[in-house]
């Protein structure tokens, strides 16, 4: 998994819920906590989400995760790369399963 493919994911899933740790989204996203905190910390130098404090207690501070505008921004960029990348994707194999069905029936009637 690339760092835009994580940063898509991120924004995802923040955007879904910002209150994930960044735990939970290093198991979710089966990448490790290093990597999810180093992605973290570009996207909010970039302004692409911000952190907000929403809780005080005395055992626990609780943040929050918030898509800034740029970060939505962000999302749409990346989803679009990532869409036109997997539909080429799926054109290439596309056309490499009817070679393969080709080859089947050329073996078939042999």
């Not at 990448?31 to 992605?39: A, E, F, I």
């Not at 790369?81 to 080709?102: C, G, N, P, Q």
């Amino acid at each position: 998994m690339n760092n835009k493919d994580i940063h898509l994911d991120l924004l995802r899933k923040l955007e879904s819920n910002p209150a994930y740790t960044q735990r939970e989204l290093s198991h979710e996203m089966g990448v490790s906590l290093g990597k999810v905190n180093y992605c973290m910390k570009k996207l909010i130098e970039k302004g692409s989400i911000k952190l907000s404090n929403f809780s005080h207690n005395s055992n626990k501070v609780g943040y929050a995760y918030l898509l800034t505008p740029k970060g939505l921004e962000e999302k749409a960029r990346l989803t679009f790369a990532f869409l036109k990348i997997k539909m080429e994707e799926y054109e290439m194999l596309k056309d490499e399963i009817s070679l393969l069905k080709k080859d089947t029936e050329k073996l078939k009637s042999e």
